[in-house]
């Protein structure tokens, strides 16, 4: 997948700099992979109390066999293979304990449970994910892998390889588990009800979801007329967890990378200066570096003091050395945009003269399909560092994500008609420290254009028989990834207030850049990219965009405050 393929060049950097001792580039790495390696331990784990333990025991065993890693490339499916190794070690070791049967169900919130509430998820989202807590051990170990395929942060090939079995038997087993979440889904929606049969049957039950109680919730559903008849169509698993892929990580969570005495041991006892000693001599240096939402302590003390439930930061972050990644795959499909802004046919002396912030971002005509868009000029990128980590999912009003560096951002759209169609606010940029430039459009296609099918009246902002999203008068039409090029810090908050939509926030490059906007039909996409920038003052910036911190950023002016 593309998700993180495309900011390749950018990781084989870092793990060559962490291979090499590089303390700055050790702390990116972690904090760069922490929420994946959380995620698939605590789906796995269903947010068991030895989460905490089999991550890091995960993160420790990859820093210290970092130097291992022959193919940077390979890096992600070996750290999704050590934290599958360590789950399954921790169910061996794993003694039967008996439940307290004193401690009210759901007292301690689950991984299902965390999900719910860190992402906020309603509907038949909320029902997916409260499901997983249905499924055993074995079946949830591949769903928290499963659910990363889909959402585009694993590829199957690593699935099957961290499960250790075949890309055919991997198809096999996702099936199987996709069946049994579906059948939990049933259980899901039936206990929401009010079916008095159900209310009988579940009088002696504990509140504790258990294989036993599934199969006879889900024998009592397949016999009982009003459990099983489903009045809301189902939306299928895969189509929900597309976006909801990362729970962020509890604030407050830590991990400490400081080598314990094996390792210290090994570093010691070697004739050169070996892998294991750079790492110990880098984490024992009094330095503390801040990335990605978690901070590296003096010791090796990994904290995570931002998530996206907290207050923006406001204060600027240092960028590293280079940007923390993460491109998401285009999404293919047709699409118009936005021609090239006025300004970048001025001459050069006007350009020169232009102020910047005097040129905004405003409606003008989508390009022809087929038209290859202009070259993309390469500004200067040393790094963006993103209080929401490699990946941010904002799907809610109040959803706030602080960017801070030099370099590109990608922001991709999700608008859900199907869900809640209507006038749409549209997201601001608050805080403005420095310069941020809206510098081109890709993912393939426009929100408004076509999605094909067999409803000509659908495209991505609704359809007749759904409704459609509706922007405000006078609103930029908006690509489905669209990028900014960031110098200094500044806010992005989802404004939702009616239409539902959500956003993806990546730090990303300008070589993923490119290849979006470049990579059209040849793709079977009805466009090209989009590109804005002249690699001059007079790119236009952001339409919702002001240096201010108004207390309510849904009343950010339409025209940019820069």
Request: net charge neutral.
């Amino acid at each position: 997948m593309r998700t993180y393929a495309e900011a390749g060049r950018h990781w084989r950097a870092t793990i060559a700099d962490a291979q090499a001792g590089d303390r700055r580039a050790l702390d990116e790495l972690v904090a760069g992979w922490l929420p994946l390696v959380y995620n698939i331990v605590g789906r796995a784990l269903n947010g068991h109390a030895d989460v905490d333990d089999v991550v890091q025991e995960t993160m420790l065993r990859a820093v210290d066999n970092l130097g291992s890693l022959r193919d940077p490339d390979s890096f992600r499916s070996w750290l999704v293979a050590i934290a599958m190794r360590q789950i399954r070690d921790r169910a061996r070791r794993r003694t039967p304990q008996r439940l307290d049967e004193n401690v009210p169900p759901g007292e301690a919130a689950d991984f299902a449970e965390l999900a719910v509430l860190r992402l906020q998820l309603e509907g038949q989202r909320r029902e997916v994910a409260e499901a997983a807590r249905w499924l055993d051990d074995e079946d949830r170990q591949l769903l928290s892998l499963w659910w990363l395929e889909v959402a585009g942060e694993l590829t199957r090939r690593e699935l099957a390889a961290a499960v250790g079995i075949s890309r055919q038997h991997a198809a096999v087993r996702v099936q199987r588990v996709k069946e049994r979440l579906e059948v939990s889904r049933g259980i899901v929606r039936a206990l929401d009800g009010a079916c008095p049969d159900l209310r009988d049957l579940t009088a002696r039950w504990n509140g504790r979801p258990d294989s036993v109680w599934r199969k006879r919730l889900a024998r009592h559903i397949r016999g009982c007329g009003y459990c099983g008849d489903t009045r809301e169509s189902v939306v299928p698993a895969e189509r929900l967890l597309v976006g909801i892929a990362l729970v962020p990580v509890p604030a407050g969570f830590t991990i400490s990378l400081a080598l314990g005495g094996k390792t210290a041991a090994a570093a010691t006892g070697t004739a050169s200066v070996g892998w294991s000693a750079k790492v110990l001599t880098a984490l024992t240096k009094p330095a503390v570096a801040v990335t990605a939402g978690a901070t590296l302590a003096a010791g090796g003390a990994y904290v995570v003091v931002q998530t996206p439930d907290d207050p923006p930061a406001r204060a600027a972050v240092v960028p590293t050395a280079a940007s923390t990644p993460a491109t998401a795959p285009s999404a293919p499909g047709p699409a118009p945009s936005a021609s090239a802004s006025a300004s970048s046919s001025a001459s050069a002396s006007e350009r020169k003269a232009a102020r910047y912030g005097s040129v905004v971002d405003a409606v003008d005509r989508a390009p022809d399909p087929g038209t290859p868009p202009v070259a993309l000029p390469e500004r200067p990128a040393s790094g963006v560092t993103s209080s929401g980590g490699a990946h941010a999912t904002m799907n809610h009003r109040g959803d706030g994500v602080t960017l801070s560096g030099q370099g590109y951002v990608l922001v991709r759209w999700q608008i859900s008609p199907q869900y809640r169609s209507g006038a749409l606010v549209m997201p601001s940029w608050t805080g403005l420290r420095g310069r941020l430039f809206h510098v081109a459009s890709g993912g393939g296609r426009r929100m408004d254009d076509p999605v094909g099918g067999t409803d000509a009246t659908a495209t991505g902002m609704g359809s007749k028989a759904t409704g459609y999203t509706v922007l405000p008068s006078g609103t930029q039409q908006m690509w489905q990834n669209e990028y900014f090029y960031l110098t200094g810090s500044v806010t992005l908050t989802v404004n939702e207030r009616g239409a539902d939509y959500g956003l993806n926030v990546f730090p990303t490059t300008w070589d993923a850049v490119e290849k979006d906007v470049t990579s059209g039909p040849a793709q079977g996409a009805g466009r090209y990219g989009l590109v804005r920038d002249t690699g001059e003052d007079d790119t236009p910036v952001p339409q919702y965009v002001t240096r201010e911190q108004p207390a309510d950023p849904a009343t950010v002016p339409q025209a940019s405050r820069v």
